[in-house]
Every structure is written in C-alpha cells, then in structure tokens.
C-alpha cells in the first residue's frame, strides 16, 4: 500500500498565483485532514473532512479551500497565494477522527515557497 | 480556546543521557498521542495514552498520562543517534490539538 501520497513535494509560487495540493490515500480512510507546519508552531489544522462531501474548517482556514468528491482524494487549493502561506503543507488521513482515539497517516508533505 | 504546549522547545544530549519532553493542555482531555518527526520527515505514530495515570513503554520510551489528564510526559533512556527528531504531543479536549513539539538532538 502507498498509504497517503502527497504531490508536488516543493512548489514555489509568485504571489496572487493559485494552486491545488493533491492528496489521496489508499486505505479506505473516512477522515482526512491538512495541517500546515511552521517553525515553533508545530501542526495547525486547517481543514479537515470525516467522508465525501463533507468538509470543515480547522484552526487556520482562511486562503484555503477544500472538496472531497471521493473517499481517496482531499485537494487543497490555494486561491491566491501570500507569502504568509508558505510552509509545509502535511495531508493526514485516519480510519476515524483523532479525538476517537485514531491513528493520523501523514502525507510526505508538500514544501511550498510563494514569493 | 484550547491550547497544548510542550517543554523544551529544543534539547540538546549527549548519545546514552536520558530525555524528557513534557505535554501540558489547558483543557482536561480524553486522549493523548505522540508522534515522531524525523528531520525532512513527517509525523510518525508512536504511541496513545488514553486512561488517567496510564504509563506505557516502547524499549527505551515510557510514556505517562497525568492523572487530571492535562499533561502528558515522554521519558527516552539512554539516547541514541536514531532518536534525533521532533517529537509532538496532540490531544483532544474542545478540539485535537497538536503541540508545537520538542526537537531532539543528540550527539555522538
């Protein structure tokens, strides 16, 4: 199994330009989730879905936005990008949501300057 | 809002001292989970604490989980060059919080 796979893993991005981060898992996973890694700050949420179709806002969702059409995939588009998002971008999936008592797979994470 | 925070932000061993890393929530919180980030890595599982004064072990890392369940403590002995890494506590009480992590080094 690939587990969660996360593409591109560096992206560098003028600012106002836009882009997707794709993520998708092959375990089955309802619940999938992006947090952003800065340094000192650890992982920030910043949407998460626990099935298709169904979407919610983390801690810091503001620029973002998300969709879940399939189980498999939770794109992460950038609408226009600041350089206040770059960052390290983490896609997590688990069986169950975390507060359950679930496991969180992590993505490889996508490293993603905008100047 | 809730808030998880983790002390020391960075520490700095010498290959076979001990390590500790302490989690403190500001909310009571129904689990906890420590996971381990390699440099250029990403978080890793390790371990869940679930139950008030529970201690677990993996080989050289015992975890505790306080029994007010508002902090949490991972104790490594006797360091190896393979423990170096970040180490995050994440739990849950309004919301599943991550800490900001602790950064392990040690020397050789």
């Known amino acids: 199994n690939a587990g969660v796979t996360q593409t591109p893993k560096f992206q560098v991005l003028k600012t106002g330009q836009s882009m997707t981060l794709q993520c998708a898992q092959d375990?089955?996973?309802?619940?999938m989730s992006w947090y952003r890694q800065d340094p000192g700050m650890g992982l920030r949420l910043i949407h998460y879905s626990v099935g298709a179709g169904i979407t919610d806002q983390g801690e810091v969702p503001n620029g973002y936005n998300v969709s879940r059409s399939t189980t498999e995939d939770f794109p992460l588009r950038l609408l226009s990008a600041a350089p206040s998002q770059t960052s390290v971008y983490f896609c997590?999936?688990?069986?169950?949501?975390?507060?359950?008592?679930?496991?969180?797979?992590f993505g490889a994470g996508t490293r993603l300057s905008v100047l | 809002g809730q808030q998880v925070m983790q002390i020391p932000q960075y520490q700095h061993v010498q290959e076979g001292e001990d390590f500790t890393t302490y989690c403190n929530s500001s909310t009571t919180l129904s689990n906890i989970q420590w996971y381990k980030q390699r440099p250029g890595g990403h978080p890793v599982f390790l371990i869940q604490?679930?139950?008030?004064?529970e201690v677990k072990k993996q080989k050289r890392l015992t975890f505790q989980f306080g029994e007010a369940k508002k902090n949490s403590s991972l104790h490594i002995t006797a360091t190896q060059t393979t423990d170096v890494g970040t180490y995050f506590c994440?739990?849950?009480?309004?919301?599943?919080?991550f800490g900001p992590g602790t950064r392990l080094s040690v020397l050789p």
């Open positions: 997590a999936s688990s069986s169950g949501t975390p507060h359950e008592g679930n496991i969180q797979y």
């Open positions: 994440g739990g849950y009480g309004q919301n599943f919080v």
């Open positions: 375990m089955n996973h309802e619940y």
């Open positions: 604490l679930v139950k008030s004064g």
